[in-house]
C-alpha cells in the first residue's frame, strides 16, 4: 500500500475507531458522586468563644440518618448533650456546660444521596467572657 492510499483509507477508519473508543470508555464508567464535606461550622475551627450551648455544623448535601456529632475536652471527655438532629443539609448536637479549654468536634456525616459515608474532625476553643 503506497503512502496516499493509506492517507486515504486513514481517516474513513480512524473516525469510527476514535468513536468506538470513546463509546467504550464511558460506558465502564459510572458518575462520580461528590462526597459530602463541611461547609460552615457555628463554633467554627479553631474560632476563640465563651460557652456555646450547641454545634451546628452545614454540609454540602442533604445529611442522612447515621450522621453524628462528638464533641470532647483535652482529656476525652463528651460534651455533647443527646443525639445529633438533623435538618436538610445541617447537624446540630446541643453541648453540656463546659469550661476554658480546647475542644474537638468529631463527626461522621452520611449522604442522603448515596450513603457515603465520611470523617473529619476540628477543635475551637472556649474562652472566658470578657472581664473575667
Request: net charge negative; aromatic share 8%; hydrophobic share 45%.
Given at each position: 500500500?503506497?503512502?496516499?492510499?493509506?492517507?486515504?483509507?486513514?481517516?474513513?477508519?480512524?473516525?469510527?475507531?476514535?468513536?468506538?473508543a470513546l463509546a467504550a470508555i464511558f460506558a465502564s464508567t459510572s458518575p462520580a458522586r461528590a462526597h459530602v464535606?463541611?461547609?460552615?461550622?457555628?463554633?467554627?475551627?479553631?474560632?476563640?468563644?465563651?460557652?456555646?450551648?450547641?454545634?451546628?455544623?452545614?454540609?454540602?448535601d442533604v445529611v442522612a440518618r447515621g450522621t453524628q456529632i462528638s464533641v470532647t475536652d483535652a482529656d476525652g471527655?463528651?460534651?455533647?448533650?443527646?443525639?445529633?438532629?438533623?435538618?436538610?443539609?445541617?447537624?446540630?448536637?446541643?453541648?453540656?456546660?463546659?469550661?476554658?479549654?480546647?475542644?474537638?468536634?468529631?463527626?461522621?456525616?452520611?449522604?442522603?444521596?448515596?450513603?457515603?459515608?465520611?470523617?473529619?474532625?476540628?477543635?475551637?476553643?472556649?474562652?472566658?467572657?470578657?472581664?473575667?
Amino acid at each position: 500500500m503506497t503512502f496516499p492510499a493509506l492517507r486515504r483509507l486513514l481517516p474513513a477508519t480512524a473516525l469510527p475507531a476514535l468513536l468506538l473508543a470513546l463509546a467504550a470508555i464511558f460506558a465502564s464508567t459510572s458518575p462520580a458522586r461528590a462526597h459530602v464535606w463541611l461547609v460552615w461550622a457555628d463554633p467554627a475551627p479553631d474560632a476563640a468563644v465563651t460557652a456555646p450551648d450547641h454545634i451546628s455544623i452545614g454540609f454540602s448535601d442533604v445529611v442522612a440518618r447515621g450522621t453524628q456529632i462528638s464533641v470532647t475536652d483535652a482529656d476525652g471527655v463528651e460534651y455533647a448533650d443527646g443525639s445529633t438532629t438533623r435538618d436538610g443539609n445541617t447537624a446540630t448536637v446541643a453541648l453540656l456546660p463546659a469550661g476554658p479549654g480546647v475542644y474537638t468536634v468529631r463527626f461522621t456525616v452520611v449522604s442522603a444521596d448515596d450513603g457515603h459515608e465520611s470523617s473529619d474532625s476540628y477543635q475551637f476553643s472556649i474562652v472566658p467572657p470578657a472581664g473575667e
